[in-house]
């Protein structure tokens, strides 16, 4: 008799011991899991084997069926987490970019000295103090107010602000010094609210899916509706700029 897959208990691998396999460089799921969280913290076993089942990372198998990924499965890995929280890059995208040939980061180990002296980008979770983002900003308390004034920053409960509203500071100093002011603004906010509710009920039916990978897939058909969605933006503006300042 044929000897099958080990029984899979819900989501998680085959809950059996594994015997040692012979190539002791590659690392289990787990253990992918362990040195990403560090640096991507919203990622999940759930995660990982969506973007196996979307093709971007081909990890080997036990003949017990349990995953086993190598350092380079670790870095492609990597290039897919980067490009979805730093460029907003939808799956297909990032397939294409790999395709081509996309630059991947070096294999490293878990454990990694980071000297203190560089800044650290601001993860999309962060909780950012008032003070800390005018300073990072570069703006002052007057043109905080103004922007929080016409809602294209919202303080959150506690007293902090997010990633986004330190994006929004950025953009608004630097159109500032072309002097488009915050109420200049208002339109941008408008329209961002109202898209965020036609994309929210796109994706809705994806959230109720009775799949472990419900959310991933809800996650990149955002991603894909915001590449969409810049694209046109800037067509239409374009569009826009050539008839007041001809082609």
Same mark, same amino acid.
């Given at each position: 008799?044929?000897?099958?897959?080990?029984?899979?208990? /819900?989501? /998680? !691998?085959?809950?059996?011991?594994?015997?040692?396999?012979?190539?002791?460089?590659?690392?289990?799921?787990?253990?992918?899991?362990?040195?990403? +969280?560090?640096?991507?913290?919203?990622?999940?076993?759930?995660?990982?084997?969506?973007?196996?089942? !979307?093709? *971007?990372?081909?990890?080997? #198998?036990?003949?017990? /069926?349990? +995953?086993?990924?190598?350092? @380079?499965?670790?870095?492609?890995?990597?290039?897919? *987490?980067?490009?979805?929280?730093?460029?907003?890059?939808?799956?297909?995208?990032?397939?294409?970019?790999?395709? @081509?040939?996309?630059?991947?980061?070096?294999?490293?180990?878990?454990?990694?000295?980071?000297?203190?002296?560089?800044?650290?980008?601001?993860?999309?979770?962060?909780?950012?103090? #008032?003070?800390?983002?005018?300073?990072?900003?570069?703006?002052?308390?007057?043109?905080? =107010? @103004?922007?929080?004034?016409?809602?294209?920053?919202?303080?959150?409960?506690?007293?902090?602000?997010?990633? @986004?509203? *330190?994006?929004? =500071?950025?953009?608004?100093?630097? *159109?500032?010094?072309?002097?488009?002011?915050?109420?200049?603004?208002?339109?941008?906010?408008?329209?961002?609210?109202? !898209?965020?509710?036609?994309?929210?009920?796109?994706?809705?039916?994806l959230l109720h899916q009775q799949?472990?990978? +419900?959310?991933?897939?809800?996650?990149?058909?955002?991603? !894909?509706?915001?590449?969409?969605?810049?694209?046109?933006?800037?067509?239409?503006?374009?569009?826009?700029?050539?008839?007041?300042? /001809?082609?």
């Amino acid at each position: 008799m044929s000897q099958g897959r080990a029984p899979r208990r /819900g989501e /998680g !691998e085959p809950v059996a011991a594994e015997p040692a396999v012979k190539d002791s460089a590659l690392l289990s799921i787990g253990e992918v899991l362990t040195q990403l +969280r560090p640096e991507f913290p919203d990622t999940t076993i759930s995660k990982l084997r969506f973007l196996e089942t !979307e093709g *971007l990372v081909q990890p080997q #198998r036990t003949p017990s /069926g349990y +995953r086993k990924y190598s350092r @380079d499965d670790v870095a492609r890995l990597r290039f897919v *987490l980067a490009a979805q929280r730093d460029q907003y890059l939808p799956l297909r995208v990032i397939r294409q970019q790999l395709d @081509d040939g996309a630059h991947l980061p070096p294999a490293r180990p878990a454990l990694v000295a980071v000297p203190d002296a560089a800044p650290r980008p601001v993860s999309q979770d962060a909780r950012i103090r #008032r003070e800390d983002l005018c300073e990072r900003a570069g703006i002052d308390e007057a043109l905080l =107010a @103004d922007l929080e004034g016409h809602g294209l920053i919202t303080e959150r409960a506690g007293g902090w602000y997010d990633a @986004d509203a *330190l994006t929004v =500071a950025e953009v608004a100093k630097m *159109l500032a010094a072309y002097g488009i002011q915050a109420r200049h603004l208002r339109p941008y906010k408008v329209a961002a609210d109202r !898209e965020a509710g036609l994309f929210a009920q796109v994706v809705a039916p994806l959230l109720h899916q009775q799949s472990p990978a +419900r959310e991933a897939r809800a996650d990149d058909a955002l991603r !894909e509706l915001m590449l969409l969605s810049q694209r046109l933006h800037l067509a239409l503006l374009r569009s826009g700029l050539s008839e007041t300042l /001809g082609p």
